[in-house]
């Protein structure tokens, strides 16, 4: 348990310039993602019936639910700075997803920007969330 702990809340250890980027990262990736979120999130509560692209099979309710629970939630988790390197790892997925499968024969032109938010995704898994995050205070003063 304590290795789980120390990989899903370690903040990471960087300068303070460091840790102010890693905020503005999580802050304005959380933030955009969070706005294609909303509007799923509005379709699978909304009462109208659901249409949605069911790239993996599960049926396009269960597909829209997956992407409100990595778009909203997710980012809400990246925002705060709360199991950061988790959180990211289902917007990760989603992502890939959606570049390589949804728009597999859209051309690059839809696949570039979910490849880029998957390029954020990997470096905020991989770094952390930084100082300026829920995950340090969780942390701070433990060696994990």
């Given amino acids: ?46 009462g109208e019936p659901i249409q949605f692209p069911d790239p993996l099979g599960i049926g396009a309710t269960a597909s829209l639910a997956m992407a409100v629970f990595s778009e909203v939630l997710c980012s809400i988790l990246l925002i705060i700075g709360l199991g950061t390197r988790l959180a990211a790892i289902p917007l990760l997925i989603t992502m890939l997803v959606a570049a390589l499968i949804v728009h597999s024969t859209d051309g690059f032109g839809r696949q570039e920007l979910p490849l880029i938010y998957t390029t954020l995704y990997i470096a905020i898994a991989i770094l952390g969330a930084g100082k300026f995050s829920l995950d340090y205070l969780i942390t701070k003063g433990r060696k994990l």
């Fill in 1 to 46: 348990m304590k290795q789980l702990t120390k990989n899903i809340f370690n903040p990471g250890t960087y300068s303070n310039n460091v840790d102010l980027v890693l905020l503005i990262l999580r802050l304005v990736v959380g933030i955009f993602m969070l706005t294609h979120g909303i509007g799923k999130f509005d379709a699978l509560f909304g």
